[in-house]
């Protein structure tokens, strides 16, 4: 059962009312309102920067505004940038990582910071079995948290917020490292809140679970509320339009000739060809074989059949895979491709540091031209290159990784795995239209990705990757839906094989 999309007739619960937030000479929100009723779900979207968490910060008390006003049930509430004050008029929120103690069973997490936290263990644990029921979860309320996966410590993460008189409760990008059953369940959850009678704000980038979850859609750009409006109204296209305009300007295809076949890959018994100058997708399920396939042209996850430019291209680790001109961008970009204790600037050109080394002496000023010549392509926004690379959003962490190997030295094959994972709307358009100009000058671009989205955003072409043989197909109007449709055919005919 979905929630009630009429729901926002109803008086709303909680009211932001000409807020103004100002960081220095920075507006982050421009006298701006926001306003949730019961039932309601109201999804909250913006690229970096809109103001989105600004919103989020003011309404659960983390911060305080320079001037507005906060209503919750109709009654006036001081806002004083006191999270605890927010909590006890009802205004909870979760984030992304469950904020809970790994080391207390989950009764007592359910509890922690109740004025009755310290009753009898019985009357805790029953506290904390009727907010569990509230969500339709049985857990165990003696498990210690550190026993559970990350679906069960938002269940209790939910259920804290439930076990007091919760109104309102804001999310931010809680689905973020989530599988999609995990996913799916917390969908389920949001929607049975909504049905009695919660109001619900659901921070996201992920425009498609906004618009299958969501009931109003509130779009910031520069801190200023651009849209408000019911979900319905809304498809893909005219959401995409409305948070990030000219987004489909993006993809323009390379006016470069393709002709000339720069890697050959042997999959099974099948030779998978890639154009000078084509950015090709790797399409398939999560976790797929489409992720390995790009490790191996790295040199890493074992041996692969292959020629670049008509040579035998059998890397037989990373640096020789570098040194052949093939570099690779992990999809987990903070693991893999970043080292937090140093600053933006040392992360770009990391693998490059010995090309601005002389006689012992680093270059700064070498480095920063390469890093200038990537903040403006890559449109890298927010911190100092001089700062923490913490400091940085999940967008522009992206665009420090890519950055490195495009403008570190030009790659002759460049292998991405979800290039525009966790990022916003305008981020993607950012490192699409990088990824267009770096084909453009004639280098081979793969991606290796689930989602069928990305692929139509970036590729010129893709191969379907599943079973012994992956189809390739040609960008075209619509092309999302195609790649999805080849993957399911391609599925049932693999499980007709096996039978």
Known sequence: MGVNRKAAVASPILVLESIHVQFGGTT?????????????????????????????????GAIRPQRGTMFVDGRRVEILGNPREVERVGVKVIHQEPALVESLSVADNISLGRPDEWRRPAARKQCARKALQLLGSAMNVDRRVSSLGFGERQVVDLARALSSDMKVLFLDEPTGALGQQETD??????????????????????????????????????????????????????????LAPGLGKAKQPSTKAKAEIVLEVKQDKQLLQF?????????????????????????????????????????????????????????????????GHMSALENL?????????????????????????????????????????????????????????????RPRVLLLSHPTQGVDVGARSDIAKALRELAGDGVTVLVS???????????????????DYWPRSEATPGWAESLLQALIEQAATNTETRV
């Open 275 to 339: 154009p000078r100058g084509e950015i090709v997708g790797l399409f398939g399920m999560a976790a797929g074989p489409q992720f390995h396939l790009a490790e191996r042209l790295f040199g890493v996850g074992g041996p692969i059949e292959a020629t670049l430019d008509g040579e035998l291209y059998a890397p037989s680790g990373p640096r020789n895979a570098i040194r052949r001109g093939v570099y690779y961008v992990s999809a987990d970009r903070e693991r893999d491709g970043l080292l």
């Open 349 to 409: 050109v990391l693998p490059w540091m010995e090309r601005h080394t002389w006689g012992g002496a680093y270059s700064r000023a070498k480095a920063t031209v390469v890093f200038n010549k990537a903040r403006l392509r890559l449109n890298i926004t927010g911190g100092h290159m001089d700062g923490p690379i913490s400091a940085l959003s999940g967008g522009n962490l992206q665009k420090i990784v890519l950055g490195r190997w495009i403008f570190g030295d």
């Open 28 to 60: 982050a929100l421009h006298d701006e309102h926001l306003s949730v009723a019961p039932g309601e779900i109201v999804g909250l979207l913006g690229h970096n920067g809109a103001g989105k968490s600004t919103f989020v910060n003011v309404a659960t």
């Open 449 to 467: 990705s689930s989602e069928a989205d990305e692929i139509e955003l970036i590729c010129d072409a893709a191969y379907t990757c599943f079973g």
């Open 185 to 242: 369940h917390l969908h389920s959850l949001l929607r049975r809140l909504a049905r009695q009678g919660k109001g619900i704000v659901y921070v996201s980038h992920d425009l498609r679970v906004v618009l299958a979850v969501c009931t109003r859609l509130v779009v910031l750009r520069g801190g200023r509320v651009v849209l408000n409006e019911p979900a319905e109204a809304f498809n893909l296209t005219k959401l995409s339009e409305a």
